[in-house]
């Protein structure tokens, strides 16, 4: 079982920054990717960016050139540096974690506030 916790979020102005960081703790093989989901209200929970070990990163395209997320393969976290807020990116940030080729665990979720 992996663990999974995060950090960071809040609120945030529009075109303000914010930085989401996620662990991933506990008995595993290998972790094969890393990343985050998020789910604003009354919608489905989308992917937002993904590491996947062997160097893929994806985004999803709304965010492409204001996230950036970044990975240590040695310390098992993941982080997200999210500039240029926009209202729209306003939601509940979830991490995840897939290890053993297929099971995958979730963070509690941390809630990402953008408004003037």
């Known amino acids: 079982q992996v663990q999974v916790t995060e950090s960071g979020g809040g609120s945030a102005q529009p075109g303000g920054s914010l930085r989401l960081s996620c662990a991933a703790s506990?008995?595993?093989?290998?972790?094969?990717?890393m990343g985050w989901y998020r789910q604003g209200p009354g919608d489905q929970r989308e992917m937002v960016a993904e590491s996947i070990s062997g160097g893929t990163i994806n985004y999803d395209a709304s965010v492409k050139g204001r996230f950036t997320i970044s990975r240590d393969f040695a310390k098992n976290t993941v982080a997200l540096q999210m500039d240029n807020l926009k209202v729209e990116d306003t939601a509940v940030y979830y991490c995840f974690a897939q290890y053993d080729l297929s099971r995958r665990s979730w963070g509690q979720g941390t809630q990402v506030t953008v408004s003037s």
């Open positions: 506990g008995r595993f093989f290998i972790i094969n990717s």
